[in-house]
């Protein structure tokens, strides 16, 4: 057995962390967002698509997306994607081009929504914990494999609570920016 290589594990928590900042650009802060859209599907042609397939997504406006849809059929699909998605928006059709008012969020609706990145976060944190987990795990084989010596195990054993000490630390303040986001009346 080879020596054990840290920056694949680096890389998996890096991995984590970007997946958090996807996560919460789906999240509705009461400001338009073109990603806020991004993960809804389409049943277009037969088949379940994404909504980036059939449509460009702009934002116009602060309170405003605007839909363009490619194919003239698929504007109902489209707009009934958008209102069953559960993001509590209404579009407007008008013509090929749905346009979708973003409105102020409630209190309640703003707690619920910091509630829910909470979550998001800590799922992160945990599958950073995970990939910890399997490198110490990939570490103690190799040392028990006599790749690398006791010495070499426990320094970078300390290089892996580093890495992951720093995703969750960028975690936490990227929770902290949404959270704060959010919470802006």
Request: glycine share 6%.
């Amino acid at each position: 057995m080879s020596k054990p290589d840290l920056n694949k594990y680096k890389d998996r928590m890096d991995k984590s962390v970007t997946s958090l900042k996807d996560d919460f650009g789906g999240l509705r802060t009461g400001r338009a967002s073109a990603g806020l859209l991004e993960g809804i599907t389409v049943d277009a042609y037969g088949s379940a698509m994404s909504i980036l397939s059939c449509a460009a997504i702009s934002v116009p406006e602060p309170r405003m997306i605007s839909v363009n849809v490619w194919d003239k059929g698929l504007v109902v699909s489209v707009e009934k994607a958008i209102r069953n998605a559960g993001l509590g928006l209404n579009p407007v059709t008008d013509g090929q081009t749905l346009r979708v008012p973003i409105p102020p969020l409630t209190e309640e609706r703003r707690k619920e929504l910091a509630k829910i990145a909470g979550k998001y976060a800590e799922e992160k944190r945990v599958a950073v914990r995970n990939v910890r987990r399997d490198a110490n795990d990939e570490l103690k084989k190799a040392e028990k494999d006599s790749a690398i010596s006791e010495d070499e195990q426990k320094k970078m054993t300390t290089e892996v609570q580093k890495f992951t000490d720093e995703a969750i630390k960028r975690i936490d303040e990227m929770l902290k920016v949404k959270e704060a986001e959010i919470m802006q009346v």
